[in-house]
C-alpha cells in the first residue's frame, strides 16, 4: 500500500462489550460484522494485526456472588475463547485469514500459544487472535495483551476504548476535560491518567511498547492512528 504507517505491527485490545452491541450480553452479529470491518479495513493499509478480546459481554468475574477468585478468572479466561472463535467465524465469512492461539491446549477448538507460528502468520498478513488470558488467574486481558504484543516483536499496543483518547478528566462527564495527542510514560503514572492496569502498563513501560489509545467505533479512527494522525488517539511512549 501507498500509505505510510507508523506502525508495521501491533496488537490490537478490543472489549468483550464491542461484540454484543445493544444487547445486554452476548453477542451482536452487526456489532461483530463491524467489529470485523474496521479491523480488515486497517489490515488492508498493510498493518500486521494481533487482536485480544476480553470477556465483559459473557462474564464479569464471580466477586459479586462470593465466587473464589481462581475459579472465576479461569471462567473469564473460557469467555475470551469462546469471543475469539465467534471472532474466527466472522473473519472467515469475510475471506481473512484468521488463527486462534490459547493460552492452553483447547483442541480441537484452539491450539496452544505457538510463538514460531504466530510470528509466521502474521508475517504473512493473517490476523491472530490470543485467547485464554495468560492461563494464570489475577492478570487481566490487558495483561495478556502487553505480553502477547512483546511476545509477537509488536511495535505498539492498541487499546480500543470509548473515547477518542486520553483526556484530563473524564470527556464524558466534564466537557471541559483536555485531550492529549501524546504522552510520555512518565507523565501518564504523574498524571494518575488510568490507561490499563498496574502489570500491563509496567510491561509496556519498561519495554518501551507503545500505547495507543483510540475510539474503536470511530469510523476509521484505528487506520489513521496507525499511519501516525493522533487526533484520532493518544500515544504513549
Known amino acids: 500500500m501507498s500509505t505510510k504507517l507508523r506502525y508495521q505491527r501491533v496488537l490490537l485490545k478490543i472489549s468483550g462489550e464491542a461484540l454484543k452491541g445493544e444487547r445486554e450480553f452476548g453477542y451482536d452479529s452487526a456489532a461483530v460484522e463491524a467489529t470485523v470491518a474496521r479491523i480488515a479495513e486497517a489490515r488492508e493499509l498493510g498493518v500486521q494485526i494481533a487482536l485480544v478480546v476480553g470477556a465483559g459481554n459473557i462474564w464479569r468475574g464471580g466477586s459479586a456472588v ?14 475470551t475463547v469462546m469471543n ?7 473473519f472467515q465469512k469475510a475471506n481473512i485469514p484468521v488463527n486462534i ?4 491446549d483447547l483442541r480441537p477448538f484452539a491450539p496452544r500459544f505457538d510463538r514460531d507460528a504466530a510470528l509466521d502468520q502474521l508475517s504473512r498478513g493473517e490476523i491472530v487472535i490470543y485467547a485464554g488470558g495468560t492461563g494464570c488467574p ?5 495483561t495478556t495483551a502487553a505480553l502477547r504484543a512483546l511476545e509477537s516483536n509488536c511495535q505498539a499496543l492498541v487499546k480500543a476504548t470509548k473515547v477518542n483518547g486520553i483526556y484530563t478528566a473524564d470527556p464524558m462527564k ?17 498524571g494518575h ?3 490499563m492496569d498496574a502489570a500491563a502498563f ?3 513501560a519498561d519495554n ?19 499511519t501516525g494522525d493522533f487526533s484520532a488517539g493518544t500515544i504513549v511512549s
Do not use: W
Not at 66 to 79: I, K, P, Q, Y
Not at 138 to 142: G, H, I, L
Not at 208 to 219: G, M, Q, R, S, T
Open 208 to 226: 518501551n511498547l507503545a500505547i495507543v489509545v483510540c475510539k474503536f467505533e470511530e469510523p476509521g479512527a484505528l487506520g489513521r492512528v496507525l
Open 101 to 104: 492461539h490459547a493460552s492452553a
Open 66 to 79: 462470593g465466587m473464589d477468585r481462581v475459579t472465576a478468572d479461569h471462567m473469564g479466561m473460557l469467555g
Open 202 to 204: 509496567s510491561l509496556c
Open 174 to 190: 466534564d466537557p471541559t476535560a483536555k485531550k492529549f495527542d501524546e504522552l510520555s510514560f512518565k507523565q501518564a503514572v504523574e
Open 138 to 142: 489475577f492478570f487481566t486481558t490487558d
Open 84 to 90: 475469539a472463535l465467534r471472532l474466527k467465524d466472522a
Open 193 to 195: 491518567y488510568r490507561i
